[in-house]
């Protein structure tokens, strides 16, 4: 019985998350290509901005945005697309955000840095509340801070543009709550919705990516003292379960009794704010 409800309870999630049974990359392209490029028009407005870490979900979002503002530009309607360079300081992996780049090909490149604004912050707040965000969760702390200013500056860009931040979310990091709540997390658009880690990867190479890049080892890169910390090592699970999980295969029972337990605590993340009417 108990065995049971869990897997209805996965299924859930996968209808939840707009997980499909079906996936073939070169279509998933053209549908969130045209979406991209739908949505843009419709709102009126004039470009993308999306940051591009080094990672594969903001090379595969960066592809599919290039895609559409060119789809656009060829039907007489003026867009641009502004990749956005966000590091704190010196990134350890400044190599790969800068092939990423190359194969991107965006119409604009703009590089902020966002460690003086995020230690300032955090200054700020230690200041005088120290006794609250200081000890072993210190650089956890710091590492949510980095992740909204880096939001903070791509609303920046695309409010003076009049253009869409793009986020960069995907159905594995959804299920796992894998993302700074109105930071990483806050943006106009997903393209990536629906799709979870293999899914991207598949349309990144059906895109042109090189395999150094569509199969880079995953981290967030948040905490400064774990730079290039891997997202499975977060997790306490495996990429491949999770993706088996939300394409509804079985796995192993601790798996994914992590996987549940973490999508249960991070529902809050995945809500809107809470409202007295709700």
């Known amino acids: 019985m108990k065995e049971a409800f869990l897997l209805e309870e996965q299924q859930k999630i996968i209808e939840a998350l707009g997980v ?17 490029a739908n949505y843009l028009k419709a709102s009126s407005a004039k470009g993308f901005v999306l940051g591009i870490s080094g990672g594969v979900d903001s090379l ?31 990134q350890a992996d400044e190599a790969d ?8 090909k965006p ?20 200041r005088e509340v120290d006794d609250l965000v200081a000890g072993p969760r210190l650089h956890f702390h710091l590492g949510n801070v980095k992740a909204r200013q ?12 009049r253009g869409i931040v793009i986020g960069t979310d995907h159905a594995a990091e959804a299920l796992m709550g894998f993302y700074t709540k109105f930071g990483d997390g806050a943006a106009d658009i997903l393209p990536l919705s629906g799709l979870n880690k293999r899914r991207v990867r598949a349309v990144a190479k059906h895109l042109g990516a090189p395999d150094n890049l569509v199969f880079k080892v995953p981290t967030a890169d948040l905490e400064s003292d774990a730079p290039l910390k891997p997202d499975e090592e977060v997790y306490g699970v495996t990429y491949d379960e999770i993706d088996d999980f939300l394409e509804g ?11 549940l337990s973490t999508y249960r605590a991070s529902g809050h ?6 409202a007295l009417t709700d």
């Open 249 to 259: 295969r079985e796995i192993r029972k601790e798996s994914l009794d992590r996987i």
């Open 60 to 90: 595969t979002a960066g592809l599919l945005a290039q895609r559409a503002v060119e789809q656009l530009r060829s039907g007489g309607y003026d867009a641009t697309f502004v990749a956005v360079r966000l590091p704190y300081g010196e």
């Open 269 to 274: 993340k995945r809500a809107l704010p809470v």
């Open 97 to 104: 955000a800068q092939a990423c780049l190359d194969v991107i």
């Open 20 to 36: 499909t049974s079906q996936f073939d990359a070169g279509e998933e392209a053209e549908r969130r290509t045209s979406f991209l």
């Open 150 to 161: 880096r939001m903070i500056a791509q609303y920046a860009l695309a409010g003076g543009m």
């Open 107 to 126: 119409d604009r490149t703009v590089r902020i840095n966002i460690q003086p604004a995020a230690d300032a912050m955090m200054a700020e707040v230690r």
